[in-house]
C-alpha cells in the first residue's frame, strides 16, 4: 500500500505563484519507479490532467498550463512537486496527486482571485 499526502495549497493573487507537494509513504518497493501526476477539479467540472512525470523523467503538460507550471520529483524524498507560477482564476481547483495507476491523494485546494 501506498499513501499519498499533498500540501502548498491556498489563497494566492493572480499571477502569483504556489508549490504544491506531494509525499509518498508506504512499500518502497511500490513508490521506486513510480511514475507520478497531478490532476485538478474545479467546481461542477471532471477531474482533469495537469501534468505527469513518468519514472524515466518524461514530462507531459496539459495545455492550459504550458509554460506556466513545472512538475519535478525527488525521489530521495519520495516526493513529487508542482511549482505554478502565473497563476490564473481558472486555475482554482482541488489538486490531486496520483502515483502509478492506482494510489490518490486525498487532495489540496488552490484558490486563485482574480
Known amino acids: 500500500q501506498v499513501q499519498l499526502a499533498e500540501s502548498g495549497g491556498g489563497l494566492v493573487q493572480a499571477g502569483g505563484s504556489l508549490r504544491l507537494s506531494c509525499a509518498a509513504s508506504g512499500s518502497i518497493f511500490t513508490i521506486n519507479g513510480m511514475g507520478w501526476g497531478w490532476y485538478r477539479q474545479a467546481p461542477g467540472k471532471q477531474r482533469e490532467l495537469v501534468a505527469t512525470i513518468t519514472s524515466a523523467g518524461i514530462l507531459i503538460y496539459a495545455d492550459s498550463v504550458k509554460g506556466r507550471f513545472t512538475i519535478s520529483r525527488d525521489d530521495a524524498k519520495n516526493t513529487v512537486y508542482l511549482q505554478m507560477n502565473s497563476l490564473k482564476p481558472e486555475d482554482t481547483a482541488v489538486y490531486y496527486c496520483?502515483?502509478?495507476?492506482?494510489?490518490w491523494g486525498k487532495g489540496t485546494l488552490v484558490t486563485v482571485s482574480s
Open positions: 496520483k502515483g502509478g495507476m492506482t494510489y
